[in-house]
């Protein structure tokens, strides 16, 4: 029988090793090291006391997390206790799992779950996962190993993602909400070798397996199964879930799933692997019913009448070009203008590098030129009329300025001295699109956005360039290239069409005409390939073939060739040979987009094999597409490279797309100051 000295004895040296343990603990969250004196002290025990318990410093951080361990354990208990429906015993273990990793610092967190220990909790957790799986009709029942596995797993991210956190008890709820709308939706389990374990009704719905599923059968269905977003098939080796077990990565997308009665429903997918301490042990792929988004581009139609004039217009577009000669359009805008204000106006245009206002028409008391701040192209943003407008204001005080609007970027601007703004915005506007239609007429805009004479290679890119500021979709998009008055060819280009948008980029061999000419071939082909209802696969292979009739070897092209699915947040791409695009996501750094290699159009076989490749782009992104004109300026200590748009990127003074191309513009340009010898294009999509 222990006497009672024993038992106080062994009670004060409990209490001792708790108080050194949470002291320790404290050491680490504050960001200090493990000194035995300082923990001594904050526990209220001596020197010779935390020797006695903890000999050195690994043996206090092993003594944290062993902590960490007994206090999961004890979440375990407390969660399996009672008699709760398993939603409110999964929501309380989730909430005292993260509520300990909050305790905590991810360092000690980290050694507790690379300790077997976390197998220890995950044992007693056994029955009750095995009880959820039923829940949520996933048969058949996952096997033993596989859902120990699965359960230490998930423990173990609870405690790492509340140590982490900065508000533990927020992220808990956020990411039972996530556990429980994945299970809700389509859900098959698969293991390290890519077989399936188990799935729900709506997984085997979706993946066209068996019902009973057979475990033990590749996950891989028959190619004619599915269909990629724009509806071209999808090989079977492109199949999410194929291509995650292939690679070992994560994979997002959204496919098809061409029907018996000749329907296709279309779900989102994702196709994560599975690592325990490292090991992979297999597979989970969540699928959403996304059938109904595909309609959610009809709802952009405004009802008929709405689109009406509320009043009178100060300027009918359409009549203005009937009746007056093109050429003199400015001249009849500047009168409309002056008419409404009574003062003089003037109409300015941004020259095509976007470093200056120039007069186009009015009163010749207005400057010839201004200096603006950097836009893209000939076209202002929404965002930089702020800064232009403070500019404008010191170099002509009281001046009104009224940007002429068309489809979220301004052609022009409406200067009046003394006026009010607001009477011009609406011939603004008006102005914008009677301008748009007349420059097909006339060379009189062209023209007046040059300062200085423009080589026939530029002209001919310029020329071929899109709008450099647009709306596609949900997503804003902007572009550029530098020099604007020199060299040719780069291009990019974009388009929207009812099945989602294309957005390329280019960068043909060779200098001045030739690279101009070569350009413009490449580029026409995938305009040709894209109005006549081609895949990316497709679109690639007619600018190759194209490219390769023209039999120069020296004649080749590097581009990226993409489209952009609005509804389902997807940005497919070919890769052909050219800087990989740039993500900038809402949180977290800046990566490079890998894809599978690929030649330059135009180089070798005829007949070449391209692949897509797919990631999913949220609201807050950022997508960035440029040519080696950008990374490769040469700059005091090397070159500009990928890190230096990524830093001009997180260092934008807005999430806009307009406002991050203008910040890799602007970077580019003050990276040296020697001038741009090559082509820099970049365009940025923002969703």
């Known amino acids: 029988m222990t006497s009672r000295p024993d038992r106080t004895k062994r009670a004060d040296a409990r209490r001792s090793r708790a108080a050194i343990i949470a002291a320790s603990a404290r050491s680490l969250r504050e960001g200090r090291r493990l000194d035995a ?87 007693r957790l056994l029955t009750f996962a095995t009880r959820l799986a039923s829940t949520a009709d996933l048969q058949p029942s996952p096997p033993r190993q596989w859902m120990a596995a699965a359960v230490a797993h998930s423990v173990e991210t609870c405690l790492q993602l509340g140590s982490t956190a900065e508000d533990p008890p927020s992220a808990a709820e956020a990411h039972f909400q996530r556990m429980t709308d994945e299970v809700d939706g389509g859900l098959v389990l698969l293991d390290g070798d890519g077989l399936v374990v188990s799935a729900n009704a709506r ?29 071209s098939p999808l090989p079977s080796e492109a199949q999410p879930m194929s291509r995650a077990v292939r690679t070992g990565e994560e994979v997002g997308t959204t496919v098809g799933h061409r029907l018996s009665d000749g329907g296709t429903r279309w779900y989102s997918i994702e196709a994560r692997p599975l690592r325990h301490r ?28 709405e689109l009406g004039g509320l009043r009178p217009e100060p300027l009918d577009a359409a009549r203005a070009l009937d009746e007056v000669p093109a050429p003199l359009l400015p001249e009849q805008i500047v009168a409309e203008a002056m008419r409404l204000v009574g003062v003089p106006v003037a109409l300015y245009v941004v020259d095509i590098d ?73 011939l603004g506007r008006q102005g914008a699109a009677a301008m748009e239609l007349a420059g097909r007429f006339t060379d009189v805009f062209d023209a007046a956005r040059r300062r200085k004479p423009m080589n026939p290679a530029a002209e001919l890119q310029q020329s071929l360039l899109p709008p450099r500021i647009t709306h596609l979709g949900a997503g804003e998009i902007g572009g550029s290239v530098l020099p604007s008055y020199d060299v040719g060819g780069d291009w990019f280009d974009y388009v929207e069409n009812r099945d989602g948008s294309w957005i390329a980029i280019a ?10 000419g070569l350009g413009s071939i490449a580029l026409a082909a995938l305009r040709a390939a894209r109005r006549n209802d081609a895949s990316l696969e497709e679109a690639a292979q007619t600018m190759h073939e194209t490219l390769k009739a023209m039999e120069q070897p020296e004649f080749f092209v590097t581009a990226v060739i993409a489209r952009w699915n609005p509804v389902y947040s997807l940005f497919s791409w070919i890769n052909c040979g050219h800087p990989p695009p740039l993500l900038a996501p809402r949180q977290g750094a800046v990566e ?7 030649l330059p159009l135009g180089l070798f076989d005829r007949k070449r094999r391209f692949v897509r490749s797919q990631r999913r782009i949220e609201n ?46 602007e970077a580019v340009v003050s990276a040296s100051p020697d001038p741009i010898r090559d082509d820099a294009a970049v365009v940025v999509l923002a969703p």
């Open 37 to 123: 004196q300082e923990i001594a002290e904050a526990a209220g025990v001596s020197r010779a006391t935390v020797y006695r318990h903890f000999p050195g410093e690994a043996e206090l951080a092993r003594g944290v997390a062993g902590a960490v361990l007994d206090e999961a354990s004890e979440a375990v208990e407390e969660a399996l206790a009672g008699d709760r429906s398993l939603l409110a015993t999964l929501r309380i273990l989730v909430l005292r799992l993260f509520e300990i990793g909050g305790r905590y610092t991810p360092t000690p967190v980290s050694d507790a779950c690379a300790d077997v220990g976390t197998d220890e909790v995950a044992r």
């Open 203 to 231: 997984g085997r719905e979706a993946m066209a397996l068996a019902d009973p599923v057979a475990p033990g059968r590749s996950a891989t269905p028959p190619a004619t199964v599915f269909l990629y977003e724009d509806g």
């Open 278 to 305: 490292g090991v992979l042990y297999g597979f989970v792929g969540l699928f959403e019913n996304v059938t109904d988004r595909r309609q959610v581009e009809l709802s952009q139609l405004r009802p008929p009448g």
């Open 354 to 426: 976007g470093s200056h206002l120039l007069r186009l028409a009015g009163a010749e008391h207005f400057p010839s030129r201004l200096p603006a701040p950097l836009a893209l192209g000939p076209e202002l943003a929404e965002d930089g009329i702020p800064d232009l407008r403070l500019r404008l204001e010191a170099e002509l005080p009281g001046v009104a300025m009224a940007p002429m609007w068309l489809r979220g970027r301004a052609v022009g601007l409406l200067l009046a001295l003394r006026a009010s703004e607001d009477r011009l915005l609406e």
């Open 507 to 516: 960068d043909a061999a060779g200098k001045g005409p030739t690279a101009g």
């Open 592 to 598: 490079e987009l890998w894809s599978e290699p690929a």
């Open 620 to 665: 807050g992104d950022r997508l960035a597409l440029y040519s080696d004109g950008i990374s490769m300026r040469r700059t005091h200590d090397g070159f500009f490279g990928w890190r230096g748009i990524a830093s001009a990127i997180d260092g934008a003074p807005g999430r806009s797309a307009t406002a991050t191309a203008r910040a890799i513009q």
